[in-house]
């Protein structure tokens, strides 16, 4: 009778994989959206970068100001300021942040970064912090340079 909610560790770890399969796919689907989007503006733009150091570069950086810019726009739908008497507009500031995903996702891509790469970079990463948590560093007692090499290098691009 109770054979269907019996979850051996073996049940756990596929079901856990499912999820994060899903994920990344989920991910995959809206980096694939932006790039139609930024083809559909630029058509050029991912064959143009490929032979154009400069051009990549200069790419990333509009992509970065764009970020830049609708992050401040969240910001300033928030009463912020402490000279003007203003409500906060929650609606707007999760418009600004679906803007911000679209111009983050544009930078993975121009970086050469896949939604399955920005998954694993980020579980690395998050790995990292909780190491470095563990070790000291809020408390300013963990050195994140061993042997001259930043931890970032070892546990997150490695």
Excluded at 38 to 64: A, C, Q
Excluded at 99 to 121: P, Q, R, Y
């Amino acid at each position: 009778m109770y054979s269907c909610l019996y979850l051996n560790s073996y049940h756990v770890l596929m079901l856990v994989n499912l999820c994060v399969k899903e994920f990344i796919m989920s991910l995959e689907k809206v980096f694939e959206q932006q790039i139609m989007l930024n083809k559909r503006i630029n058509s050029r733009l991912y064959e143009d970068i490929k032979s154009n150091p400069e051009l990549r570069r200069e790419w990333f950086l509009k992509f970065e100001k764009a970020l830049a810019q609708e992050s401040a726009e969240a910001v300033d739908s928030l009463n912020w300021k402490w000279w003007k008497k203003d409500d906060d507009d929650w609606d707007n500031v999760k418009v600004e942040l679906v803007d911000m995903l679209h111009f983050w996702v544009s930078m993975c891509t121009i970086a050469g970064l896949e939604a399955k790469d920005v998954f694993d970079l980020y579980a690395k990463k998050n790995k990292l912090n909780f190491k470095r948590q563990d070790e000291g560093y809020q408390e300013g007692s963990y050195d994140k340079y061993k042997d001259g090499i930043e931890d970032n290098k070892v546990h997150v691009i490695n």
